[in-house]
């Protein structure tokens, strides 16, 4: 039996939710989960309770967890706040540029975020947003960022999302030149433009609520 932790569960599942081997709405059974990872049920349970605290599960009792499923509204309200958690952070990781960082582990984490393949693009994703939290240097922000729900989001729209590759290559410039200010702009448009998409999006894809 592997001795994963909690946690590496929890990351395991999420990156399981990002590359489409699981969807909202789906029931995590606890036994399956203990065959598909090779852990003990109480590894599964505490994992499940970590993902249940970031809003990405409910757990129903007698019932088990599921993962959560949007309704329009809450996702759009998800891309509100990361637009301005997203934004933040880019601002202060461009004024710790300013200030003599070193911007290259943004631009590595880039890198690999644009050349990920599908089954890559989760571990990718969450490096290159750890590069910029790190480089802001606010730990309030390293908590924060990452307990936003925009892998639901994106999970629930799936073929919907447009690419923003070149967004995160405006994005990683601006931080790279010191430029706070467009930073955040650019951030903030880039996560905004999604949220405005959502309305035309059609209804299946979303909850009622």
Known sequence: MSSSSPDTLARDILRGLTDGQFVPGQRLAERDL???YDVGRSTVREGLSRLASMGLLEII???GATIRRL???EAVDVLRVAAVLIGLTARQAAEAVAAGADPAPMREALAAYVAAA???????????YRAMTTLAGNRELDRL????????VRAQIGEYETSSGG???ALVAAIAAGDGDLAERTAHQMLS????????LPESLFTRG
């Open 167 to 169: 967004g995160h290559e």
């Open 118 to 128: 599908r089954s890559d693009l989760s571990r990718a994703r969450a490096r290159y």
């Open 34 to 36: 203990m065959l598909r």
């Open 71 to 73: 309704t329009r509204r």
């Open 61 to 63: 009792p007698h019932r």
């Open 193 to 200: 433009a999604l949220a405005e998409r959502l309305p035309a």
């Open 145 to 152: 960022v990452p307990a936003v729900q925009v892998p639901l």
